[in-house]
């Protein structure tokens, strides 16, 4: 999905408004490669700010299928998707790297909406995804989900860090 550019920048300045329609089905970051559920069409607008400096609107809605923190069961996470960003498409290749510039998905006179829409899921990652909110996990010896039901395994480690000194209430453990 591009959107093209040249009227923004061009003397005129004129304004960029569009809906694109999302095609991707999947986005892929950093925590995973996971499946888009249900999409909205994407808001662009794109205007001039000064000199080469562009002001990038962008809005949508889009469900994404997520693993659970906890039991791994996979669940449905709606993102509401809202970014503003200026990019001075003037800063050479060096200030931009140096700066951190979002300049990376414009391509010459041409917006790549799908990098936009996955630099916003990745700064719009919810910090904890739960199937539900007193989600049990999964059992640490079995993998069982304790959601589904407890297991008859016995939890004896706890903290790891205090292993060694369980092994030695055991070894000299009087009868």
Not at 53 to 75: G, H, S, Y
Not at 92 to 116: A, H, K, P, R
Request: charged share 30%.
């Amino acid at each position: 999905m591009w959107i093209n550019l040249s009227k923004v920048l061009s003397e005129q300045h004129q304004t960029v408004n569009e809906t694109v329609r999302v095609e991707m089905d999947r986005t892929k970051n950093k925590h995973g490669d996971f499946l888009i559920s249900h999409k909205e069409p994407v808001h662009v607008v794109v205007e001039h700010s000064k000199g080469k400096e562009l002001r990038i609107l962008a809005d949508t809605k889009m469900t994404l299928r997520l693993p659970c923190d906890r039991c791994l069961r996979e669940v449905d996470q709606t993102l509401i998707l809202q970014a503003e960003k200026y990019v001075d498409l003037a800063k050479s290749e060096t200030e931009q790297l140096e700066e951190l510039d979002d300049s990376y998905f414009i391509d010459g006179y041409n917006l790549d909406v799908e990098l936009l829409l996955s630099a916003m899921v990745l700064e719009d990652w919810p910090s904890k995804i739960l199937c539900q909110e007193d989600c049990r996990g999964i059992c640490s010896i079995c993998g069982k989900n304790q959601n589904e039901g407890s297991c008859d395994c016995k939890d004896t480690v706890g903290d790891i860090r205090m292993s060694m000194i369980g092994d030695i209430f055991q070894n000299f453990k009087e009868v």
